[in-house]
């Protein structure tokens, strides 16, 4: 499995060589218009996967209190895995 798994990663790599350019370009776009195409595509892509529209109400309020608690100098990362972490524990104690 890992063979074909390398297999695979290396074929990625040569379809996206010649997108490196094209990607390059994304760095001198304005964060002004950067940051909302972001939003937009990630509120559509969670709306699109859930079908819950509380959830595109909620991704902006958790955006909103990430950054109060960056500003705040809270470190996110132990936040966010203690967020992802929560879910698997809870799905593997409802499985026992």
Same mark, same amino acid.
């Given at each position: ?8 990663n ?5 379809r $996206?060589l010649? /997108?490196?350019?094209?990607?390059? #370009?994304?760095? $001198?776009?304005?964060?002004a ?10 509120? !559509?892509?969670?709306?699109l996967?859930? /079908? $819950? ?11 909103v209190?990430?950054?109060?608690? #960056? ?7 132990? $936040? /966010?895995?203690?967020?992802?972490? !929560?879910?698997?524990? #809870? ?6």
């Amino acid at each position: 499995m890992i063979v074909w798994m390398s297999l695979g990663n290396l074929i990625l790599l040569a379809r $996206n060589l010649p /997108l490196i350019p094209y990607l390059a #370009r994304l760095v $001198n776009i304005s964060p002004a218009i950067l940051i909302p195409l972001i939003m937009v595509f990630s509120l !559509s892509c969670e709306f699109l996967t859930t /079908l $819950n529209p509380f959830d595109m109400v909620l991704m902006p309020i958790l955006a909103v209190a990430a950054l109060l608690l #960056r500003w705040a100098g809270f470190p996110l990362t132990p $936040n /966010l895995l203690g967020f992802i972490m !929560s879910g698997c524990s #809870r799905r593997m104690s409802a499985a026992t």
